[in-house]
């Protein structure tokens, strides 16, 4: 059993495993990754209030799968998501930020580039 000292706590893996580590704080044993742990007793050294380590460890796990960040080059331009959210788009286009869904943005790029080879189409006829 491996033990550490965190914030003038004593932390202590449970069991034979370096997984899960235990601290008590008052009567309450808390345990979880060692990382989870630390935040609570981070917490509860800043409100004296007590969070399990398991709550940190979803918290956690729901931001890894929100940022599930995507970016793609659709005709020379970048469109971006940052938080994996269907209308979470963007695009730096023709130097002014635009957002909404992916298809919406791809329409209006294709809408602009096509309108742009008409106007130039016209400028060869004259």
């Not at 706590?9 to 044993?29: C, E, M, P, Y």
Request: charged fraction near 25%; proline fraction near 1%.
């Amino acid at each position: 059993m491996a033990a550490a000292s965190y914030r003038g706590f004593t932390l202590k893996t449970a069991g034979n495993s370096t997984d899960v580590w235990q601290v008590q704080i008052k009567r309450h044993v808390l345990s979880g990754s060692l990382a989870a742990v630390k935040k609570s007793i981070d917490w509860f050294c800043d409100t004296a209030t007590l969070i399990d380590p398991k709550e940190f460890s979803a918290l956690e796990a729901s931001r890894q799968q929100a940022s599930k960040a995507s970016q793609e080059t659709f005709n020379g331009f970048t469109i971006k998501n940052d938080t994996g959210e269907a209308n979470g788009w963007y695009c730096m286009f023709n130097g002014k930020l635009i957002k909404g869904g992916k298809l919406a943005i791809q329409k209006h790029i294709e809408a602009y580039l096509v309108a742009k080879q008409k106007a130039e189409q016209q400028q060869i006829k004259k």
